[in-house]
């Protein structure tokens, strides 16, 4: 590789409820790299917003593996919460392989609601 020559390290990510995985590098965010990959029609496991931690339509957990995520608002991802896995896929880059499940809150319905 000639000097200077720059790569990224990439990873595959499992998203509950997609029909495959995608492959999403740790300078890039995951929302994009599923937008890039699963392409409309098929469904999209993780809604898709503002694309800039505003909306928190993008809300998912991790469920497994490294990750670092960019700063954004505590609206909809509390320090807790974030604690637990919890992160907005439009401001989270993965560090490892990844493991994550669609985590949206709808504003009309209560949290502590089943079904
Ligand atoms: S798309 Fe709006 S917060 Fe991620």
Known sequence: MPDGAMFSVTHSIQI????TDI???E??????AMEQQIHV??????????????CGACRV??????????????????EEEA???YALACRLSPLS?????????????PADQDG
Request: overall charge positive; hydrophobic content about 30%.
């Open 97 to 109: 392989d990844l493991e994550l499940e669609p985590a949206f809150l709808d504003p009309r319905r």
């Open 83 to 85: 604690a637990e896995g």
């Open 16 to 19: 509950k409820g997609a029909e």
């Open 41 to 54: 029609p098929s469904p999209r496991p993780v809604r898709v917003g503002c694309r800039r931690g505003g």
């Open 23 to 25: 492959t999403c590098a």
């Open 61 to 78: 957990k991790v469920t497994k593996g490294d990750y670092t995520t960019q700063k954004s608002s505590r609206v909809h991802v509390t």
């Open 27 to 32: 300078d890039q965010m995951v929302l994009m």
